[in-house]
C-alpha cells in the first residue's frame, strides 16, 4: 500500500555521535525509518536508546558543538534536512514538523508567561497577520481549552513555575498544537499525566492525524500505548532499530529477542506471576559490543552476534527484523507463513 | 512584590544597626585612647579631658554608642579631628563626586559587559570569544590601581589627550552646584564647556574602576547564555520555528540576564573599595579620597562617617539590583521573598 | 529474585557498567582539571611562585638589596643584564625585591585563608545544622553585618587605626574574610541538613558533633577548596592594596603594593619600578584563579 504513497519522513541509515571525555558515544548507530502521510508510527525502547536524540535530529535541535553524524540522511517532504538553508529550516519549523517535548518541567522559558510563549508562536508561524493581536489570542486561549485545562486566561498570565508538572505538560502539547503543522513528533507526552487526560490527549491525535492526511511519530516506553494509538511500530534498541512491524503483529509474532522480552517485561491484568524480562542494562556507548547491540544481554546469542552487525531482514511484509536468526532461514518462514502475514499487512 | 520590598528594606535597616556598631566599635573601641589619637601626644592632659567629656568618652560604652548614634541619625559625624570642620560639611561636598565617579563606572560595566558578553557567547569557541576571554584575564590579574597608573601613563603623559587629575580643568569654572554631579549640572546650567571638560576628566578614573568588574560579568553572562543555550526550553523554541534573533535576544538573554545582575552588584562592594585607591591615584576629589586620607591620619569622626555612607551606598544598590532582578526572573520572587 | 538481582550486578561489574571505580574517579577529575589547558598553566604558575616565595633568598642575585640597602652609584638604571628588571632610586636591584614580595604576598595568602577559613566554616556548620533555629539568626545576620560594608574598605579602616605592619594588615583581612565562608558553607550544610541521610543519622541517635563532622562537612569540601583557590588571588589583591596606601609591610622590607606606590611616583621615566611589581602580582594572582577555576571544573558534576 506504502509503495504507492511517497514518504513524508524517511531517514536513512543515520548515524550520530556524541563527543565525551572518553571519545565518542555511538548513540544513534545506523537507524532507517519511514513515515507515510496519515500513518501514525511508535517508536518504543528503553530509556537512553537513542529515540529522543534521532528525533530532535529531524528539528535540528541537538547541539551542534557535540553532535557529529558520521553519515545518514533526513528527507521530509523531498528535502534533505541535514543540508537545509536556514530558511528553509525555519520553514520547516514553522510549519512541517511539532515537537512536544519530552521534559515537561525544562520545555517552557521559566522567565516568560506561559501565553508570551504561545503568542510568540503564533506570531512566527507566518498564518496569522500579525496586527491582529486579538484573533492571535484567541488561539492561544483555544489551544490552551484543547488540552483540557481549565481557566486559560489565568493560564496565559501564569509564569511556569506556577503551574504543576501536568499542566505544564499539556502547554507543552498545546504548543505544539497551536499552530497545523503536517508531521507531529510527541516525545513521550503523557508521562506526567491523569490516564483519563492521556485517554483524551490521544485521542486528540489521533484525529488530528486522521483528519488531514497529516502524521504523527509516537515515542513512549509503553507497549500498551503503542498498541492503542499507532500503526506501525518500530523497537529501538541501543541506537539501533531492532525491529519494525505493524503493531498487530508486534504482539502475534514478536521476533527479535529483545521484543520477546520486551512484552514479557509487561504486566497482564490476567495474572500469571512475573516473568523472566531482560537481564543487564543498555550498553556503553563508547565501546559498544562489536557485533550485535543486544547480544551481551540475549538469551539466544550465537558467535556470529558478537562478531557481524545483523542487518534488517524482512521476515514478512513490512515485517523488519536486525536479527541473524532469521537472515535465511526467514525466506523459508516466510513461504510456508505467507497467508497469515498478508492478512496481517492489510490490517494495519 | 510591595511585601517583598518591605521585608527587604526591614532587613536592611536591621543589617545598617548592626554595621553602625561595626563601625563604632572600629571607631571607638579599637583605637584605645581616643583623645590621645585625636590631639596628639603632646596636647595636655586637660585638653583630653575636655574632649573625653565632649565626646562622652568617660560614659559606658552601651550609653556611648547610643549618644553616638543619635548624633549620626541627625546627620552630625562631630568634628574631624584634623580639618576642625565638621565632618558632615565634608561630606555633603565629596560625596557627589564619590557618585558621579561610581555612577559613569556602572555606566561602564552595564554597557561593556552586556555587549561583550553577548558577542562571546554568540561567537563562542572563535577568536572574538579568545580575545575576550584574555581581556578578562587582564582585568582579573591588574588591580583597578594598576590599571589606573597605566592610563594616566598613556593618556596623560604620552599621548596627552585626556586631562586625568582632578575633576575639571584649573582654568575651567565649575556650573553652578545643583546635584553635585558636575556633568549633570554643567547640563542644566546650559555651561556645555564645563560638562563636556567634567565629563572628559571622569572617563579615565571611571573607566580604570569599571575594567575588573566589567570583564568578570562579561564571563557571566557569556558562559550563563552558554549553559541556558542547551537548556531543553531552547531547543523547544528553536524546534517552534522562532527567528534566531528573537531567540538570543529574548528568550536566551533574559533568563542569563539574572545571574550577571547579580554578579554586578556583588562587584559592586569591590569597586567601591577600589575606589579609595583610584581617586587617590587621580586626585579626585570625592569621599574615598576623603576617607583614604581620614585613614592615614586616623580622623575616627571622618572614617566612621565615610564607612557608614558607603555601607548604606551599597546597601540601596543591592536593594535595587534585588528588585531589577525579581522584575527579570520571577523564579527569584520566592527564594528571595523568603529571606 | 534476589538471585537474579545479584547476577545482573555481577554481569554488570564485569562488563563495567555500574557507576565508576575510584581508579575512573581519578581519570575523571584528571581528565576535567587537564581539559582546560589554563588550570595546567596555573598550576604551572602556582608552583613557582611557591618556589620563589620559599627560595627567595636563595635564588635571587642580590639578596642584600631586599633590606636598607644604598648604592647611589646605580641608581635609577633602566633594565639590563645585570639588574633585569632595573635599579630603583637608591640603586637596590628591583628583581630580588619583587621575587621577594612572593613571599610575604603568599605569607598573608596562607595567614588569612588558615584562620579565616576554618573559622567560618565551623560557624557556617553550626548555623547550617540549626538551620532556622535562634543560633542561625545570631551567626548570620553578624555575618551580614560584616558582609555589609566592602570588604577593602573594612580592611582599611581596621588596618589603619591599628600600628601599620605586616601583622595588622593580616589580621585586618582575616577578619573581613571569614564571613564570607560562614555564607558558603551556610548554604551548602543547610540544604544538606535536610537530607536523608543526616536525617537518618539523626533517628538512630548520632550526635550532633558526629553528624556534623561526618556527615555534613564532607558535602561542603568540594566548594570550600575551589573558593580557597580562587581567593588567594582576592587575598594578594586585597595585601596589594593595604601596602599601595602604606598599611602593609613597612619599608624597606618590600611588597607589591609598596612598590608600585613608590615606582608611580616616579613615572613615566622609571616605568620598571611599577611595571615589574604589577607583573609579579598579575603573575600570583592569574595562577591561583586559573588553578581554581580548574578545581571548579574538576568538583562539577556535569560536563562529559
Not at chain 1, 245 to 273: A, K, M, Q
Not at chain 2, 16 to 31: D, H, Q
Not at chain 2, 244 to 254: G, N
Not at chain 3, 262 to 271: H, K, V
Amino acid at each position: 500500500m506504502e509503495q504507492q504513497t511517497k514518504a513524508m519522513l524517511s531517514i536513512e541509515d543515520l548515524m550520530i555521535w556524541y563527543k565525551t571525555y572518553r571519545g565518542y558515544a555511538k548513540v544513534v548507530d545506523g537507524i532507517s525509518l519511514e513515515v507515510f502521510p496519515g500513518e501514525k508510527v511508535g517508536l518504543v525502547g528503553e530509556s537512553g536508546c537513542g529515540k529522543t536524540t534521532t528525533m530532535k535530529a529531524i528539528m535540528q535541535t541537538l547541539p551542534a558543538d557535540i553532535i557529529h553524524v558520521p553519515q545518514g540522511e533526513i528527507w521530509f517532504e523531498g528535502q534533505n534536512v541535514l543540508t537545509m538553508t536556514k530558511e528553509q529550516l525555519l520553514k520547516m519549523r514553522r510549519t512541517g514538523v511539532s515537537m512536544i517535548s519530552q521534559s515537561p518541567l525544562s520545555a517552557l522559558n521559566p522567565v516568560f508567561t506561559v501565553g508570551e510563549q504561545l503568542m510568540d508562536i503564533i506570531k512566527y508561524s507566518g498564518q496569522y497577520s500579525k496586527a491582529n493581536k486579538k484573533e492571535m489570542r484567541e488561539v492561544a486561549l483555544e489551544a490552551i481549552s484543547s488540552v483540557m485545562l481549565p481557566d486559560p486566561e489565568r493560564i496565559m498570565n501564569s509564569h511556569p513555575h506556577q503551574l504543576s508538572g501536568g499542566m505544564r505538560q499539556r502547554i507543552c502539547i498545546a504548543a505544539a498544537l497551536v499552530t497545523p503543522k503536517h508531521l507531529l513528533i510527541a516525545d513521550e507526552p503523557c508521562s506526567a499525566l491523569d490516564v483519563t487526560i492521556q485517554d483524551q490527549i490521544h485521542r486528540m491525535l489521533r484525529v488530528l492525524v486522521e483528519e488531514k492526511q497529516r502524521a504523527l511519530v509516537m515515542i513512549t516506553h509503553s507497549l500498551g500505548v503503542a498498541r492503542e494509538l499507532v500503526d506501525r511500530i518500530f523497537i529501538m534498541y541501543g541506537g539501533t532499530i531492532v525491529e519494525s512491524c505493524y503493531i498487530s503483529d508486534l504482539f502475534s509474532n514478536p521476533s527479535h529477542p529483545y521484543t520477546v522480552g520486551l512484552l514479557e517485561c509487561v504486566p497482564r491484568l490476567t495474572g500469571g506471576g512475573l516473568s523472566t524480562g531482560i537481564y543487564g542494562y543498555v550498553p556503553d556507548y563508547i565501546n559498544p559490543p562489536k557485533g550485535c547491540r543486544f547480544c551481551p544481554r540475549c538469551s539466544k546469542a550465537m558467535d556470529i552476534c558478537r562478531e557481524q552487525k545483523p542487518s534488517p531482514v524482512e521476515i514478512a511484509p513490512g515485517h523488519h527484523v536486525a536479527c541473524f536468526l532469521y537472515g535465511d532461514r526467514a525466506q523459508e518462514k516466510e513461504a510456508q507463513n505467507k497467508t497469515d502475514y498478508k492478512a496481517h499487512g492489510e490490517g494495519g | 512584590m510591595l511585601r517583598f520590598i518591605g521585608k527587604r528594606l526591614m532587613m536592611g535597616v536591621l543589617v545598617l544597626i548592626g554595621t553602625s556598631m561595626l563601625i563604632f566599635v572600629i571607631a571607638r573601641v579599637v583605637p584605645g585612647d581616643v583623645a590621645m589619637i585625636a590631639l596628639g601626644a603632646r596636647a595636655t592632659e586637660s585638653a583630653r579631658e575636655a574632649l573625653r567629656e565632649e565626646l562622652h568618652l568617660n560614659d559606658p560604652l552601651p550609653v556611648q554608642y547610643v549618644i553616638w548614634l543619635g548624633n549620626v541619625l541627625q546627620g552630625d559625624f562631630g568634628n574631624s579631628f584634623i580639618t576642625r570642620r565638621p565632618v558632615a560639611d565634608d561630606v555633603r561636598q565629596f560625596f557627589p563626586a564619590t557618585l558621579e565617579l561610581v555612577f559613569m563606572s556602572g555606566v561602564f560595566i552595564v554597557l561593556g559587559a552586556f555587549s561583550l558578553g553577548m558577542l562571546a557567547g554568540k561567537y563562542k569557541n572563535t577568536w572574538v570569544d579568545g580575545l575576550i576571554r584574555v581581556l578578562s584575564y587582564v582585568g582579573i590579574a591588574f588591580p583597578a590601581f594598576v590599571v589606573g597608573i597605566v592610563l594616566l601613563l598613556i593618556f596623560g603623559h604620552n599621548f596627552q589627550i585626556m586631562p586625568i587629575l582632578g575633576r575639571i580643568s584649573p582654568g575651567v569654572a565649575p556650573p553652578t552646584h545643583i546635584t553635585g554631579f558636575f556633568v549633570l549640572d554643567g547640563i542644566l546650567t546650559g555651561n556645555f564647556a564645563a560638562a563636556g571638560n567634567a565629563f572628559l576628566h571622569l572617563l579615565l578614573p571611571s573607566f580604570a574602576l569599571a575594567l575588573g568588574p566589567l570583564v568578570q560579568s562579561a564571563r557571566i553572562l557569556r558562559s550563563s547564555l552558554v549553559d541556558n543555550s542547551n537548556k531543553e526550553y531552547m531547543s523547544v523554541s528553536t524546534a517552534a520555528g522562532l527567528p534566531p534573533s528573537l531567540l538570543t535576544r529574548k528568550y536566551l538573554l533574559k533568563p542569563s540576564a539574572g545571574p550577571t545582575i547579580t554578579v554586578m552588584g556583588l562587584d559592586f562592594s569591590a569597586l567601591l573599595g577600589q575606589a579609595f585607591l583610584v581617586e587617590r591615584i587621580f586626585n579626585w576629589p570625592g569621599l574615598s579620597r576623603y576617607g583614604i586620607n581620614a585613614m592615614l591620619n586616623k580622623d575616627l569622626n571622618a572614617i566612621s562617617a565615610v564607612v557608614l555612607i558607603i555601607g548604606i551606598t551599597f546597601f540601596l544598590v543591592n536593594f535595587i539590583v534585588d528588585i531589577i532582578i525579581v522584575f527579570i526572573d520571577p523564579r527569584m520572587r520566592i527564594g528571595r521573598e523568603s529571606v | 529474585m534476589i538471585g537474579v538481582t545479584q547476577e545482573a550486578t555481577a554481569i554488570a561489574k564485569k562488563k563495567g557498567w555500574l557507576s565508576p571505580s575510584t581508579k575512573e574517579n581519578f581519570r575523571i577529575y584528571k581528565y576535567k582539571f587537564t581539559r582546560n589547558r589554563l588550570s595546567v598553566f596555573g598550576l604551572a604558575l602556582v608552583a613557582i611562585s611557591l618556589f620563589f616565595a620559599f627560595f627567595a633568598l636563595q635564588i635571587v642575585p642580590f639578596p642584600e638589596h631586599i633590606g636598607a640597602f644604598v648604592d647611589h652609584a646605580n641608581a635609577n638604571n633602566p633594565p639590563s643584564a645585570v639588574h633585569w628588571f632595573g635599579t630603583d632610586n637608591v640603586g637596590r636591584d628591583v628583581f630580588s625585591r619583587v621575587i621577594y614580595c612572593f613571599r610575604g604576598a603568599l605569607l598573608m595568602s596562607i595567614v588569612v585563608l588558615a584562620i579565616s577559613v576554618p573559622v567560618g566554616t565551623v560557624l557556617g556548620l553550626i548555623a547550617g545544622y540549626n538551620h532556622g533555629r535562634p543560633v542561625d539568626t545570631v551567626i548570620m545576620r553578624i555575618t551580614d553585618v560584616f558582609l555589609s560594608i566592602p570588604a577593602l574598605i573594612l580592611a582599611l579602616s581596621i588596618a589603619s587605626i591599628l600600628t601599620p605592619n605586616m601583622m595588622n594588615s593580616m589580621l585586618a583581612v582575616t577578619i573581613m574574610w571569614w564571613p564570607w565562608y560562614t555564607r558558603l558553607v551556610y548554604t551548602q550544610s543547610s540544604s544538606v541538613a535536610k537530607e536523608y541521610f543526616v536525617r537518618n543519622a539523626e533517628l538512630i541517635g548520632a550526635s550532633k558533633f558526629h553528624i556534623i563532622i561526618k556527615e555534613i562537612l564532607p558535602n561542603c569540601f568540594s566548594p570550600i577548596f575551589t573558593k580557597m583557590a580562587l581567593d588567594v588571588g582576592w587575598v594578594l589583591l586585597m595585601g596589594a592594596a593595604l601596602s599601595f596606601v602604606g598599611l602593609g609591610e613597612q619599608p624597606p622590607i618590600p611588597a607589591f603594593g609598596q612598590m608600585i606606590a613608590d615606582g608611580s611616583r616616579l613615572m613615566p621615566q622609571n616605568w620598571w619600578l611599577t611595571l615589574f611589581p604589577a607583573l609579579g602580582i598579575a603573575f600570583m594572582i592569574l595562577g591561583f584563579n586559573f588553578l581554581g577555576d580548574g578545581l571548579r571544573d574538576m568538583f562539577d558534576k556535569g560536563g562529559h
